[in-house]
Each structure stands twice: as structure tokens, then as C-alpha cells.
């Protein structure tokens, strides 16, 4: 989508942060030439709302790459001078993710010989991790360090860190001690093109070195300091909820025309300094640069004017020597460089503002925080006639090439898009690693002392949490997760407990729809039994998958005798499947047999994931076998061929949580948690054992077998002879939906029953969809929109019985329709 749809620049003589200014009284003060270098906008960021938008780094700014090259290379040529020639030669320049990637691989261009490294948010299989820090004041805080040599860092000479602002300083405190503490040495120098410190501020970077026994010199381009008005974070968050307007439709198909060219980038030539950039990789890159640029100016349109070459997140400098070269080649009149970013920021088509417009597309590049937003400010009106953009092949994905993926978005606003795609360096020794796996993997946890099932019904390949503090408010989760802080998997929702009218419906939701569950789950099973194998291993998707499988494994044994094995595994959402737990099914089982069970379908996300995790662990692990069929009790979006109903009915189990799920949490993935060699991460709520159901819900499932054998026998027949081809027609409801709301997020759209149902219990709602007309099977959705707050609107014509809307503009508290917190 594109916001705004006027020139990204300002008129001559109005700075570019006047209307933050004007509006919240926020000002700079310092270097007159500061005006020129920083404008000012406003961000939904919970530590600061306001942001310094710079004019020279190159990423949310289009601006002459040799402008942006420039003032990196002279800012590392006066480093060298400060250190002198003899120290400056054993310096090592460290830049910050993403914005700051481009500006310190430049000044290491300045500085001379300096080899480069920058931190990342994309952690590499087969890396070892040398260090990593936080950003306090970034709406995304974990940094990585991955040199492919791990004497990069070890060694004694001066480090020269660099970012793109410097502010409080705690961003380079908190590096320098976490290095310091790992690899001391005597000197660093810190750069940035501005010094934006306040006077609180401006002693502790001398007070830490005398702590730590280090120099520590500071090089800028400009300093001064930011006047921040008493409450200006309160009403800068209020500016921009007023400003925030619901994004306009999607444009249509862009008449733009999208066209690849192919680079004959250097062989083994990193693409930038993730894993480190030497003298070696400088001289290569230098030498390679001119027929490069040849290449890119020969794939432009004839009579290119105005190009826009942009780079990807943490491919900056890359991009930005590509430019360069564009730039001083015989190709188009002008060029300008910028780069998208996961940092979400206002725009107000403004001239005294310094974001006029964004487009916004899902991330492309599998990021290890999950799937998100991603921009990119100032293209759209800004006339560009083409724009090259840069991507490695680690982000060359399906999702880039989707229809609401950047290169659409691209091609509705400018006639010529031009995709260069550099591949992705991976160090040498990283790609053989990953076969070099500890010699076992722990056995499944089983019931009683993980979990309340039986320990024959489920092996849960997880690692127990159970002593970890997880559990976080539902508003603050929901707050995190939008924001882009935090991904939903590195937290839990508090456990709901339910009232005593609540517990009520569920018992009597369970009592009038087991013969239908009964029926369902004998169905899909005959299926598995008749079409993917006589003696399937099932793998249950944890934990909705869980209590299905286990009613599959008894219906096995009820009809057929058999004693089928079944565990349960972790599926994230953006971060794919546990690798571990397919390496120890690998290790007990044939692939081949392995039936992956979930509880039902909404959209389809999850049943997407598998495939694309399932891929993925096919190229890592060189593992045939895995099918990514899964098989789900009821399939109302039509996302699988293996299912028990299409029908959009109350499966009871979604009702609870852990109460009716073995007394188990959602899975964790997290960091600091799990490791590369640990299965993901659960709790066992021993203490909720007084309101377990778990057992309840299972026995009065499978009392009905013997009832409804005959009725399984018909349906099953009828389902291995009918067509059952995925039409994914619940996906394309969920955008119909997405757009007639104004929400443009298929994420905040949760179709379905089980998933009405979820929302209510887990995130932040705003209000509930229910097909006019719904009985029975809604009752317990329209007594948890009572007490939560939230309108249920009933709509003809809804393919799915119910949908849940999550709050699609949310502020803490934000529970009710109209944002406002409602008392339960």
C-alpha cells in the first residue's frame, strides 16, 4: 500500500522537520549545519516517538549515493587521523543493524586497510556467535555478531564502532561492555554523523572508559542536542494516533513493468559485512564495481532519467556501491540512493516533514523474528521513472514476488522496476556444519512428569519451561507484537480462567457436539489409514494439533487394533517448524510415514509454514520424506485435502486452553531460551490440576466410536471419492475481509471458530464477525464478547461461521471497539 502520494522532498527552504516542530515543540540546537542533515517524524514506539531522519545515511531518504558514500569515507579518513597510521592499521570498524551497515562498511572505506564487520538480526546455521548486544531505544533490540574468522574481534587493536546517531549512548555502552568483558583492549573510537547527546548525557561516555580502563574518542560529522518538551512522548504517541488514518485501498495491478538482471557478481565476494569484509574483499569489489554498474545501466529502460536504486534492510552497502557506480557511469541524468527498513514511522505528506509517504509490504526475507511489515519512505511521488532493487538471495523469496509484495507495491508507482539479486554470502565453513549434530537428542517428555496425558497417548518433543516466567498481560503482548518488539512466540498469554457460566457452556458445547467430533475424527482418520500410510506416525502441531491426535490414536485402536505412535511438536508461525524434533523423528522413524495433525484450518498460515519449513530442512539436512499434507479434524478455509469436515463448527478443545490441552502452554521460541541444539520450548501447569478437562474432553469424544462407526464408514468413502483439492478460499476471504475493514493485515484477521475463539482468549480484540443467523455453536464466542467488550456484528453471507478482528490500531488497554480498556 502507498501512503501519500506526493514528491518525497520538500520545497527549497523549509526544513524537514517544521511540522514535528511546530507541533510538539521539539527542536535541534547546535551546528547550524544540523537543519541540512536531519529532519524530524514521529514513530509508534513505546521508549521514544520521535525519530531523527537523516538526509545523508541513505536509507529513509532517497539521496546521491556518492553524498552518502561521502560522508562515511570522510568521517573514516578523520578516524585515521586521530589514531595515527601505525594504530589505525590494526583497527576494526564494527556498524549497527540495520541503518548503520552502509555508513560503517563506508568508513571503513575511509579509514584504509580496516577489515568490517556489522551486527545482524539474521542469525546464520552454522555461525558461531561472537557476541551480541541491545538497543534500547529500537523498536527491534537483538544484535548479533557472526565474523566468519572469530580472531576478527580478538584481536588488540583500536575498535571503531559506528551508527548512525548519537544519542543516550546506551547503544555503544552496551557493546563496548559486552566486547570488553570478551576481547579488552585499550582503545575504541566511537563515530556517528551526528552527536545528539544531552548535556545528562554527555559525561557518562568519559565515565565509562575511566570504568572500564579504555579510551574511547568520539568523531561526528555535526553535534548538538534535541529539545524535548515535558510529555513529549505522551503527545507525540497522541499526534500520531490522530494522524494514523486507515492506509487507502490497495492500489490495483501497477502498470509498472518488473525485469531481472543478472549480476555476475564475484564468486565467494561477500555481499556485505555480516560475516566480516577484509582488505581482500575491498580491492575484489573495487576492481568488480564498473562492469557491474555496466550491467545494471544496460537492464535500464532507454531514456532513463531518474532512477532510484534501494537496497534491502541490512543490504546497504552493496546497494549503495552499485549506485555509486551507476552514478558515475555514462547511464541515467540523475541517481539516488535509499533502502527499505523494519522500523515503522508516520508519514505526512508535508513538505516540513521528513517522511512524505511509505509503502508497506510483508518482510521477504524469513526473518528470525517472524513475519512483519517492512517500508519504504519517500519512492512513491517522488518521481522516479525506475527503480533497481537490491536484494541477496536470502530474501529473493516468494513473498518478494507476491502480489502484495515489494516489487508489486514498486510497480504501482513507477513504470520500471528493475530486481538485481547479489547472492547472500554464507561462510564456507557454516554450509558443512550444519551434518556435525550432538550425537542425541533428549527423549520426549511424557505425562506424568510433563503434561497430564497418559505417558503412551503423547510424547511431547519439547523442552520443559515450567520454571521460566513467561506469562506477560495480554494488552502489553498484544502492544509488543504489533509494534514490531516482540514476536508472540517468546512470550505466553496469561492463562484464562474461566467463570463458572463459562465452564457451563463448554460442558454443554461438549455434550451436543461429540457425535460430530466423534464422526470427524473417525473420518480423517480412515483417510490417513486409506491414502498416506497402514501405520502412520502421527505429529501432532502443539497444542491445538494435540488433543486430535491423541482422538486419531484411539480411533486407530478402537477400529483397526492399531498401536500408533505420537508425539507432539512446535510450529511458529514465521519461524517454522522445530528442525530438532524433525531430526529426531528422522532418527526413530520413516519420513515417509510421518502424518502431521493439526486441529483445524483458519487461512492457512500454518499449513503454508510446514511446507515452507519442511523445504528449508530438505536443503539444510538433505531429509527426503516429510509430507506437508497435514491432516486437520475440520478444514472450513479449504487449505488441505486431508480433513474430517469442511464444516466451521465448535471443536470444544478450542474453547480452553492448557485446561483442555494436557495442562501444556503454547510453545516458546526464544533466544536466550533455545538454543541451536534444544528442542522449543513449553510449561506444564501442574498447579491448574484442579480445572483440568483434558481427560474429560478426550473420553467423551471417544465414548461415541462405537456409535458412529457406520456414519464414519459413509463419510469416509465419500471423502476418498470426492474431490477435496485445496481452493483456498478462506484465504481469499481473509483479504476480502482485511480490506472492507480497513485493517490491511491478513495477521489481524482470525477466521473461524477455533480462531474466533483464540482471539478472544489470547490478543487484543476489536470485534467479532458472525454469520447471520448462527446458533449453538456461537455461544461461547458471544459470552466472552460480553465480558471482554467487544461488538459481535452479524454478516450475510460470511463463508466462515465467526471471524475475530484484532485490534488493528491498538494502544495499551485498547480491548473494545473503541480503543478503550473494558473491566471483565
Not at 514535528?20 to 515543540?25: C, H, I, K, T, Y
Not at 458445547?509 to 489409514?529: C, F
Not at 478402537?558 to 531430526?583: E, F, M, T
Not at 487484543?764 to 461488538?791: C, F, M, N, S, Y
Request: proline content about 8%; charged content about 20%.
Amino acid at each position: 500500500m502507498a501512503e501519500g502520494q506526493q514528491h518525497a522532498e520538500g520545497r527549497a527552504g523549509i526544513w524537514s522537520g517544521t511540522w514535528v516542530a511546530e507541533r510538539l515543540g521539539v527542536g535541534l540546537a547546535g551546528d547550524e549545519s544540523l537543519p541540512g542533515l536531519l529532519g524530524l517524524a514521529l514513530r509508534r514506539n513505546p521508549k521514544r516517538a520521535h525519530l531523527l531522519v537523516s538526509n545523508v545515511l541513505g536509507k529513509h531518504v532517497p539521496q546521491s549515493p556518492s553524498v552518502v558514500h561521502g560522508h562515511g569515507t570522510a568521517l573514516g579518513r578523520r578516524v585515521r587521523e586521530l589514531l595515527g597510521d601505525e594504530a589505525a592499521a590494526g583497527a576494526v570498524v564494527l556498524g549497527y543493524a540495520e541503518t548503520a551497515t552502509g555508513l560503517g562498511h563506508s568508513v571503513a572505506d575511509g579509514l584504509g586497510e580496516a577489515p568490517y564487520l556489522h551486527s545482524t538480526r539474521r542469525p546464520v546455521p552454522g555461525v558461531a556467535q561472537a557476541g551480541g548486544f541491545e538497543e534500547s531505544h529500537s523498536h527491534a533490540t537483538s544484535h548479533l555478531l557472526l565474523p566468519e574468522d572469530p580472531a576478527l574481534l580478538a584481536g588488540d587493536g583500536p575498535l571503531v564502532l559506528v551508527d548512525d546517531e548519537f544519542s543516550t549512548g546506551n547503544t555503544v555502552l552496551n557493546t563496548i561492555r559486552a566486547l570488553h568483558d570478551r576481547y579488552p583492549r585499550e582503545r575504541y573510537v566511537v563515530v556517528a554523523l551526528v552527536d545528539m547527546r544531552s548535556p545528562a548525557d554527555a559525561g557518562r561516555l568519559d565515565a565509562f572508559a575511566r570504568e572500564i580502563g579504555a579510551r574511547v574518542d568520539l568523531v561526528t560529522a555535526a553535534s548538538g542536542t534535541v529539545r524535548l518538551p515535558e510529555g513529549v512522548l505522551e503527545k507525540g504517541q497522541e499526534l500520531v494516533a490522530r494522524h494514523e488514518t486507515p492506509a487507502p485501498a490497495e492500489p490495483g495491478p501497477g502498470t509498472g513493468e518488473v525485469t531481472r538482471v543478472a549480476l555476475d557478481w564475484p564468486a565467494g565476494l561477500p555481499d556485505g559485512g555480516r560475516h566480516g569484509f577484509t582488505a581482500a574483499h575491498r580491492a575484489r569489489l573495487e576492481a568488480a564495481l564498473p562492469a557491474l554498474a555496466g550491467q545494471l545501466a544496460a537492464a535500464l529502460p532507454a531514456g532513463a532519467r531518474r532512477v532510484l536504486v534501494l537496497g534491502n534492510e541490512e543490504l546497504m552497502y552493496a546497494p549503495l556501491r552499485l549506485a555509486t557506480a551507476l552514478e558515475s557511469s555514462e547511464g541515467p541524468a540523475e541517481v539516488r540512493y535509499s533502502t527499505t527498513t523494519r522500523s515503522p514511522v508516520l508519514a505526512v505528506d508535508d513538505p516540513g516533514y521528513a517522511i512524505r509517504t511509505r509503502l508497506v509490504f510483508p518482510a521477504h526475507d524469513d526473518p528470525a523474528d517472524g513475519p512483519g511489515e517492512r517500508y519504504a519512505y519517500n519512492v512513491a511521488g517522488a518521481g522516479f521513472d525506475t527503480v533497481v532493487a537490491v536484494v541477496d538471495s536470502a530474501a529473493d523469496t516468494p513473498a518478494l514476488h507476491a502480489p502484495d509484495g515489494l516489487l508489486a507495491r514498486l510497480a504501482a508507482q513507477v513504470p520500471h522496476v528493475v530486481l538485481a539479486v547479489v547472492p547472500s554470502y554464507v561462510p564456507p565453513a557454516a554450509v558443512s556444519r550444519p551434518t556435525e549434530r550432538p550425537p542425541m537428542l533428549p527423549e520426549p517428555l511424557r505425562g506424568p512428569a510433563f503434561g497430564s496425558y497418559p505417558p503412551d497417548e503423547v510424547g511431547w518433543l519439547l523442552q520443559d519451561l515450567s520454571d521460566v516466567t513467561l506469562e506477560a498481560p495480554t494488552e502489553e503482548r498484544e502492544e509488543a507484537i504489533q509494534s514490531g518488539g516482540a514476536h508472540y512466540a517468546e512470550s505466553l498469554p496469561v492463562e484464562y480462567q474461566p467463570s463458572e457460566r463459562y465452564q457451563e457452556l463448554f460442558r454443554t458445547a461438549l455434550a451436543e457436539s461429540a457425535d460430530r467430533l466423534a464422526r470427524a475424527v473417525g473420518a480423517v482418520t480412515e483417510v490417513v489409514l486409506a491414502e498416506r500410510s497402514p501405520r502412520p506416525v502421527l505429529v501432532s502441531l502443539a497444542r491445538a494439533g494435540t488433543p486430535v491426535g491423541i482422538l486419531m490414536r484411539r480411533w486407530a485402536a478402537h477400529r483397526h487394533g492399531l498401536d500408533l505412535p505420537h508425539y507432539a511438536v512446535s510450529i511458529v508461525r514465521g519461524r517454522g517448524i522445530d528442525a530438532n524434533a524433525l531430526r529426531w523423528l528422522a532418527a526413530h522413524h520413516d519420513p515417509a510415514d510421518v502424518v502431521f495433525v493439526d486441529g483445524w484450518t483458519g487461512k492457512g498460515a500454518i499449513t503454508r509454514e510446514l511446507a515452507a519449513a519442511l523445504a528449508e530442512f530438505e536443503a539444510s539436512d538433505g531429509v527426503t520424506g516429510f509430507d506437508p499434507e497435514i491432516a486437520v479434524l475440520a478444514d472450513p478455509g479449504s487449505c488441505v485435502r486431508t480433513y474430517g469436515t469442511r464444516d466451521d463448527f465448535l471443536i470444544p478443545s478450542a474453547c480452553l486452553n492448557s485446561t483442555v490441552s494436557g495442562l501444556v502452554s503454547r510453545t516458546v521460541l526464544r533466544a536466550d531460551l533455545v538454543g541451536p541444539d534444544d528442542f522449543h520450548g513449553a510449561k506444564f501447569y501442574r498447579d491448574l490440576a484442579g480445572a483440568d478437562l483434558s481427560g474429560v474432553f478426550l473420553d467423551a469424544v471417544s465414548a461415541r466410536f462405537p456409535e458412529v462407526a457406520d456414519a464414519v464408514d459413509t463419510q469416509a468413502k465419500e471423502l476418498l471419492a470426492g474431490d477435496r483439492a485445496p481452493t483456498w478460499e478462506g484465504w481469499a476471504a481473509v483479504e476480502r475481509i482485511s480490506e472492507e475493514y480497513g485493517i490491511h493485515d491478513v495477521n489481524l484477521v482470525k477466521p473461524g471458530v477455533g480462531e474466533t475463539t483464540r482471539v478472544l482468549l489470547r490478543r487484543v480484540p476489536w470485534k467479532i464477525l458472525a454469520r447471520t443467523g448462527a446458533g449453538p455453536d456461537l455461544d461461547h464466542v458471544r459470552l466472552l464478547a460480553e465480558q471482554r467488550g467487544v461488538p459481535v456484528e452479524e454478516v450475510d453471507g460470511l463463508p466462515y461461521t465467526c471471524v475475530g478482528l484484532i485490534h488493528p490500531a491498538y494502544t495499551r488497554g485498547a480491548t473494545g471497539a473503541d480503543g478503550r480498556a473494558v473491566s471483565l
